[in-house]
């Protein structure tokens, strides 16, 4: 069927925002802070095929695996859905990410007739195992990291499973909140149903298929030109992990990159093998790691979906780290593993295209989840959250402040919210002076995020990373500083944390959270005098700092720069390190 582009422009927008809209109802229908807060979940738009053809601006982990979800689901389902019923699951093997992420799926039909499908992963704050929260950063098996649900008909013609409700309820920590999120996410597809619905009544199935094709050909077409026009050759990088949370490490992730006319190839053969820890990356997140630095470097501007995809060939050796063999834990791997793939293959594409990748941010979520009883309501509680850090910095542009980088795309979690929520105290949120890694654009500061634990005593799982081996600087810029965790014990002991954790704490415990900084770019000493001074004044890096990493000599006093004393300095510097006169 031929169709015009307007009414293809018309059905992808329309498709576009259904995604968009699915998400305002799931977020606004949330019980949990992490949802309804951090916005902590993704949508999508399916063709009868169970090919993406719309998402929203959601997270990039969620979204990346949500083709492979949807596919294998389906597949794995024995039976058949049927109009108004709903398809939930979250073991990671299927579902590609996390046990807390949660997936379902819903059909929508028209007269009886199948005309897409409607998704939806949101991260629920606690789904059992060994810990609250569900990350803990020691296990060892998939089993100890929650309750692993099949895909099961979840809601039957409208209506809940009120027997498959009591059994997954029954193995999380906080029911109630789990079935507000749960509920939420039905919401969610429904709306996305109805206004699919709307989209037949306007302009037929027939039409509405012969759209979405055309809108995935279109992406496939201006996605392999992007591909073409970059240099073809095979490009290799690799990053490590500093420890696997059970053992040390570091663990070893390699990619190698073969651009061949418009077709492209991420090879992860020599990436080391599937550890004991939780930080192994399931293939959904190996798979939305390529997809969505694939889609950074290229044209922001392409529509996300199926076609993008087309040109793109992923070849991840099984049972390595980046596909491992079930049950490994994979914890850890959608919410850490996935950030690091981004830096490797951000490295590998700085070869192809310098011009258009950043140096490494923080290269981590910070995943803080504690729980217990509180005391309050004599119930369990349990609390998650990813923490903000530095983005690297980029070709003109200095790297982001306290921002969630790369794969987490989440918000933060206001102090207020969990201060109501939970038995916990804030002491101090602040940006990290000297954290953002030196360069002529510097890379983004870290934070310190710092609270008080008022209940008689509180698990703390940690999953983070950047601790030890620091975010990389690119081209002449240095790296930004590494983070840290610590426990401040009420008689002024402090404990320093393991960057992945379990361990329990007392009333009276501070936990104080440092993220780390991003990276720099470029040649520190090329960086603009004014902009170190403006750096020095709003606290981002400091006086000492800015002499010993930029060569800027500030008055202190004066709050001004003395010029001739800065070139002296960088000449000086400059001689000693072999570089110029």
Same mark, same amino acid.
């Given at each position: ?131 609250? %929260? ?258 690297? %910095? ?188």
């Amino acid at each position: 069927m031929v169709i015009d582009p307007v009414t293809v422009e018309v059905v992808r927008g329309g498709l576009v925002y259904t995604a968009e809209e699915m998400g305002i109802a799931l977020r606004k229908s949330a019980y949990s802070p992490n949802i309804k807060e951090r916005m902590d979940h993704s949508c999508a738009i399916f063709d009868p095929q169970r090919r993406m053809v719309a998402q929203a601006e959601h997270i990039p982990v969620h979204l990346g695996s949500m083709s492979l979800a949807v596919k294998r689901g389906l597949e794995h389902y024995r039976g058949r859905l049927e109009e108004g019923d709903m398809l939930l699951f979250n073991d990671p093997y299927l579902s590609g990410t996390h046990l807390p992420d949660i997936t379902l799926i819903a059909p929508a039909y028209y007269e009886g007739e199948l005309v897409a499908y409607l998704a939806n992963k949101a991260h629920h704050s606690d789904v059992g195992g060994k810990a609250p %929260g569900s990350l803990a950063g020691d296990a060892t098996e998939l089993f100890q990291e929650g309750v692993i649900i099949p895909p099961v008909k979840f809601v039957k013609a409208g209506e809940i499973d009120e027997e498959l409700s009591e059994l997954i309820l029954s193995n999380v920590r906080t029911p109630e909140v789990r079935m507000g999120d749960l509920r939420a996410q039905i919401a969610a597809n429904s709306l996305g149903i109805r206004r699919v619905l709307e989209m037949v009544e306007e302009h037929g199935v027939e039409r509405l298929h012969a759209a979405m094709e055309a809108i995935m050909d279109y992406s496939e077409r201006r996605m392999r030109r992007e591909i073409e026009a970059m240099p073809e050759g095979t490009y290799e990088a690799e990053d490590f992990l500093e420890d696997t949370g059970v053992g040390e490490g570091p663990v070893k992730i390699r990619v190698r990159i073969t651009v061949e006319g418009d077709e492209i190839t991420f090879d992860y053969t020599g990436t080391d093998p599937q550890v004991e820890g939780p930080v192994n990356a399931p293939l959904g997140v190996t798979l939305s790691g390529v997809y969505f630095t694939l889609t950074s470097v290229t044209d922001p501007t392409i529509p996300i979906n199926d076609g993008c995809y087309r040109p793109v060939k992923v070849i991840v050796p099984e049972g390595c780290l980046m596909n491992p063999v079930k049950p490994a834990p994979v914890a850890g791997g959608n919410v850490e593993t996935s950030q690091r793939n981004v830096d490797v293959l951000l490295k590998a594409f700085a070869q192809i295209l310098p011009g258009k990748v950043c140096a490494a941010g923080q290269g981590t979520m910070n995943n803080v989840c504690v729980g217990g009883i509180d005391p309050r309501t004599g119930r369990p509680w349990a609390f998650y959250e990813t923490i903000a850090g530095g983005y690297g %910095g980029r070709p003109g542009l200095d790297g982001v402040d306290g921002v969630h980088v790369h794969m987490t795309n989440t918000m933060n979690t206001p102090i207020e919210a969990i201060e109501a929520a939970y038995p916990i105290r804030f002491l101090g949120y602040r940006l990290r002076c000297d954290t953002g890694g030196p360069g002529k654009w510097r890379g983004g500061c870290g934070v310190e995020r710092s609270w008080m634990l008022l209940a008689p005593s509180a698990t703390l799982s940690i999953l983070a990373e950047r601790n030890r081996i620091r975010p990389w600087g690119l081209f002449g810029g240095r790296p930004g500083a590494p983070g840290e965790y610590l426990i401040r014990k009420p008689d002024g002991r402090v404990l320093r944390l393991r960057s992945k954790c379990t361990v329990k704490m007392t009333q009276g415990d501070i936990l104080i959270i440092r993220t780390p900084g991003g990276g720099g770019y470029g040649d520190p000493y090329e960086r603009d005098p004014s902009l170190v001074l403006r750096d020095v004044v709003d606290g981002l890096v400091s006086a000492s700092a800015a002499r010993r990493d930029y060569g800027v000599m500030i008055d202190e006093e004066r709050m001004t720069v003395d010029l001739e004393a800065t070139e002296e300095l960088r000449r000086r510097r400059r001689r000693a390190a072999g570089v110029g006169g």
